[in-house]
């Protein structure tokens, strides 16, 4: 019965990669495409068209929709406004730790890193392995990351990666940095047949996470119609890590958005 | 039929005007133009600054946050292609430069207008540089680069769209350094003692201060300035009256304007293009990591092109006039000099050190430079004819305790120093030092500070050094360094009293290529010296640092970035796919 869907859904979007994805095309498959992937896909590739909602309209379909696709698409726009909001750092903080969904207080995380930036090193860490919720410790992370990256070592981040004692937050932080090292230096890059083992199989969700945000690098370059297939077929084999399923819906919503 | 009539007098006139008009057409598509493609009008180039604009006055201002801003105000007589690097017509349509090299005079666009509307002549020429820049009450650092032989050239007006220049003497360099910003006489002019004996003598260093209103400061560049807020915004808009066109006779600029996002911090510039709160960013080298990982998904381009390294050049000098006489021998010999190229191995220094960020560096003319020549003699890494040419010379492991020897059986050895604290220079020394040991020779590391080596370098007390000098498009900046008797001539002061031929020679060549205003003929004498210089290896060149730039995707006509104007130079032919967006951002 759900490969007998998932076929019907497949031809239906083929199609309309074909003919050109629209915005409803988009909304309808990020509240309720069968496939969490498709809705992720949909959702990234919203995020242009949702910037032209309001901030409570954003607030509200990122701290209640029912589909994953809208409230990323809502989130990830709702980040963009904010970075032009006036708040303080206290407000920020309370924002990424209060929201009601995962979702709502991703939104606060690009204009709360602008407000730890100034921070020193320590404080920064601390935050990051200590902080009220997975947002907080992941903005904290980011920013104290950046603030160090001139000492970062592809090793140091695969061992932040790699240690279950650190919070969640600040490892997905070092993970997508670590992407980069992955990327650079050219001489010691990883290809993409090495990113996608890494990516299906790494010792542990961060480490395949990193490996699939390096990724997306490659899959870029792919057509719409391609991603699409592939992730429904990814779909169908329960096998597939999450973090590579994720690489392809990403490249997906972005191969979207680009055809909008 | 009335209408028609209207329509066709109305053409007429707007054909006239235009004609009437000299605007310069940027040919996008063709030549040096090809990656530059017709563009949309709207939208602002958002770009960090780390600091305040001091002042709006190009002729005073010193620091890049009030130069970047006021570089986008003015123009000059003459440009320089931001991708040739070559001098061609700016606000002079043309020159003629009389046949003893001594009289350049320039004739000018006709029909152009001031930001402000004001019509553009001769006069506000002739004020520029006779009311201000020749004008010892103005503290202007570009005085001091139209100098030629200590004296200022003279200028005179011809009529109104034509001014003429006399100089003491022929001076090639002079092309390239008469683009100065033309001020507007109508707004300047009476504070200028020059014009005016009662004017304040401060006054011309003072005006266009920072709280000037910005409908008094006039210029005719591609942006006008419209707002400052301290410690916020710098805000540049179209000037109406530009005279650029596309080839499709579109005015340039295409862009409404440039923004200047004020912060004082380098880690929140960087965080906010991540952001997407500014369109472009020149990253560092550790910066690039991060960008790169989140380039895809975020839409940003990291340029980084093997074909645009930095100006500058970092070498290894080895001091002919060293206080050891038995090592001064030998630095002295070519031979010796050639072995020691052959001892750097520069694409490890690129793999390894340099991140890839880095190509090596053969000439002492920077390599985008339209002077630099590529094809010198090259002396790469090469341990076995390193040994061959030591071995040659004398220098051989007599004792065999594995270190090569003087002829009186003493090991042959030497100081290599570089400045402390600089990681990149430090891992290149040491591997310098691996592979000389894996030829026998001797060579001993020892980083000093800065400022004891620049004394030691200066004062000829050093034995040999890794160091880097800054560079330019143009050699004869180099002067003072490749001249017999030049200040920075440090790797053998002594040929001011004894030149050797090729010193003499290279003299010579720096007097000829300055003298000629053709380019082909000042190209012929800068390349001999340049094969000069590559095969007496008086400085052993190493590796030359990559140029870096990082911008949204959004962003187009950007295939030009590079060190000669970064991305504000260009900023006239950029123009945003989405008007709407700054960065990856929708926006208003």
Not at chain 1, 5 to 30: K, N, Q, Y
Not at chain 2, 21 to 40: A, H, I, L, R, S
Not at chain 2, 111 to 133: M, R, Y
Not at chain 2, 193 to 208: F, G, H
Request: hydrophobic share 40%; glycine share 8%; charged share 20%.
């Amino acid at each position: 019965m759900k490969k007998v869907s998932v076929l019907f859904i497949c031809g239906m979007v083929a199609s309309l990669g074909w003919a050109g994805v629209t915005v409803a095309d988009l909304e309808r498959m990020a509240a309720r495409d069968i496939i969490p992937e498709i809705q992720l896909a949909a959702g990234y590739a919203l995020v242009t068209p949702y910037a032209a909602k309001s901030e409570t309209d954003l607030l509200n379909l990122a701290s209640s929709a029912s589909g994953a696709g809208i409230r990323l698409a809502a989130s990830l726009a709702l980040a963009q406004k904010w970075l032009d909001a006036e708040k303080t750092r206290d407000e920020w903080l309370a924002l990424a730790t209060e929201g009601k969904t995962a979702e709502a207080r991703a939104a606060a995380v690009p204009a709360l890193m602008e407000a730890l930036i100034g921070d020193n090193a320590d404080a920064l860490l601390e935050l990051a392995k200590t902080g009220p919720t997975e947002e907080v410790q992941y903005a904290a992370g980011k920013a104290y990351l950046q603030k160090v990256r001139g000492k970062l070592t592809r090793d140091m981040l695969e061992g932040i990666c790699a240690d279950d004692t650190l919070s969640g937050g600040y490892r997905k932080a070092a993970a997508e940095v670590l992407a980069g090292y992955y990327l650079f230096p050219k001489l010691t890059a990883l290809s993409r047949q090495e990113l996608e083992e890494k990516a299906l199989n790494g010792a542990n969700p961060y480490l395949r996470y990193a490996a699939a945000t390096a990724l997306v690098s490659f899959l870029v370059e792919e057509s719409a119609d391609a991603l699409y297939k592939k992730v429904v077929s990814l779909f169908l084999d329960p096998g597939v890590s999450a973090e590579y399923r994720w690489a392809y819906a990403q490249a997906l919503g972005l191969a979207w958005a680009k055809g909008l | 039929m009335k209408k028609l009539v209207i329509g066709l007098v109305a053409s007429a006139f707007l054909v006239g005007f235009a004609l009437a008009q000299e605007y310069k057409v940027v040919p996008f598509g063709q030549d040096e133009w090809k990656d530059f493609t017709v563009g949309n009008y709207g939208g602002y180039l958002v770009v960090g600054s780390l600091d305040n604009p001091k002042t709006f006055n190009e002729h005073v201002a010193q620091e890049t946050s009030s130069t970047d801003v006021t570089g986008r105000l003015h123009a000059g007589l003459v440009e320089i292609n931001p991708i040739t690097d070559l001098p061609e017509p700016g606000l002079a349509k043309s020159w003629e430069i009389s046949s003893d090299g001594l009289t350049i005079t320039f004739y000018l666009r006709q029909g152009l207008q001031w930001s402000d509307g004001e019509p553009f002549t001769a006069d506000d020429v002739v004020f520029t540089f006779n009311g201000v820049i020749f004008n010892e009450d103005v503290r202007t650092d570009y005085r001091d680069v139209l100098m030629v032989e200590d004296k200022l050239p003279t200028c005179e007006k011809v009529d109104d769209f034509t001014v003429a220049f006399t100089l003491p003497a022929p001076f090639r360099p002079f092309l390239r350094m008469i683009g100065g910003a033309i001020y507007p006489a109508h707004k300047l002019q009476q504070l200028s003692r020059v014009y005016n004996p009662d004017a304040d003598p401060e006054a011309l260093n003072s005006v266009w201060g920072v709280d000037t209103p910005p409908e008094e400061i006039v210029g005719m560049g591609p942006f006008k300035l419209k707002e400052f807020i301290p410690d916020q915004l710098v805000v540049l808009e179209r000037n109406p009256y530009y005279w650029k066109v596309d080839p499709q006779g579109n005015k340039l600029p295409y862009l409404d304007g440039i923004k200047f996002v004020i912060s004082f911090s380098l880690d929140t510039i960087m965080l906010k293009f991540r952001n997407g709160e500014l369109d472009v960013y020149a990253p560092r080298p550790e910066d690039l990591a991060t960008l790169i990982g989140e380039a895809a998904a975020k839409g940003i381009e990291i340029m980084i092109d093997p074909t645009k390294p930095l100006f500058g050049t970092t070498w290894i000098a080895f001091n002919q006039d060293c206080p050891n006489e038995n090592l001064r021998e030998y630095f002295r010999m070519v031979e010796f000099r050639q072995a020691m190229s052959h001892l750097v191995d520069r694409q490890s220094m690129i793999d390894n050190i340099y991140l890839g960020l880095g190509v090596p560096q053969w000439s002492p003319v920077s390599m985008l430079s339209p002077f630099y020549y590529p094809d010198v003699p090259k002396f790469p890494y090469d341990l076995e004819r390193a040994a061959q040419l030591l071995d040659q010379i004398g220098l051989v492991d007599r004792n065999g305790d594995g270190w090569r020897d003087f002829p009186d059986g003493t090991t042959f050895e030497f100081e290599l120093t570089t400045n402390a604290g600089n990681t990149i220079r430090e891992q290149c020394c040491q591997m310098f030092v691996e592979d000389a040991k894996k030829v026998g020779l001797k060579v001993n590391f020892v980083p000093i500070a800065f400022n004891a080596l620049v004394t030691k370098l200066l004062g000829g007390e050093y034995e040999a050094c890794l160091l880097g000098l800054t560079g330019s498009s143009e050699p004869h900046g180099g002067r003072n360094v490749e001249w017999s008797c030049g200040g920075l001539h440090f790797w053998k002061y002594s040929d001011c009293e004894e030149p050797t031929p090729v010193a003499q020679r290279i003299d010579e060549l720096f007097d000829l290529g300055v003298k000629t205003y053709d380019f082909n003929e000042a190209y012929e004498y800068y390349k001999e010296y340049q094969i000069l210089a590559a095969e007496n290896q008086f400085l052993i060149y190493t590796v030359n640092m990559l140029f870096r730039y990082a911008f949204y995707k959004n962003l187009q006509n950007t295939a030009a970035f590079s060190p000669l104007v970064g991305a504000l130079g260009l900023s006239e032919f950029l123009w945003k796919a989405n008007p709407n967006m700054v960065g990856n951002r929708v926006v208003g």
